[in-house]
């Protein structure tokens, strides 16, 4: 069975950093996109940030580019993102994803059913 389980969540300051961080288990994501997604209370899920199978592309929304950086360890089969300078409006539940079909980077426009997906770490940012 696939589970891809985020931690690192929390309550952080206005201008401060967290870091989430994505461990999968199940089967091996090194020939798969894995991203991240948010989803703020009354909206629809978002996309924030992609990483290429291979590691040496990235992908990030405009909303958080410049301030987030997403990494992966392919041999610890697990990804990260580094969240800097947060602000208010990052509150929300973060999603990790992983892509279903190998070779494939289109996370930013990932459906439900195209990946797989972990249960989500809530982060809130206080002003």
């Known amino acids: 069975q696939v589970q891809l389980v985020e931690s690192g969540g929390g309550l952080v300051q206005a201008g401060g950093s967290l870091r989430l961080s994505c461990a999968a288990s199940g089967r091996t994501f090194s020939d798969h996109a894995m991203g991240w997604f948010r989803q703020a209370a009354g909206k629809e899920r978002e996309f924030v940030a992609a990483i290429h199978w291979d590691g040496g592309r990235t992908y990030y929304s405009d909303s958080v580019k410049g301030r987030f950086t997403i990494s992966r360890d392919k041999a610890k089969n697990t990804a990260s993102l580094q969240m800097n300078s947060v602000k208010p409006e990052d509150t929300a539940v973060y999603y990790c994803?992983?892509?279903?079909?190998?070779?494939?980077?289109?996370?930013?426009?990932?459906?439900?059913?195209?990946?797989?997906w972990g249960q989500g770490t809530q982060v809130t940012v206080s002003s």
């Open positions: 994803a992983a892509d279903r079909v190998p070779f494939r980077f289109r996370m930013s426009t990932m459906t439900s059913t195209d990946g797989y």
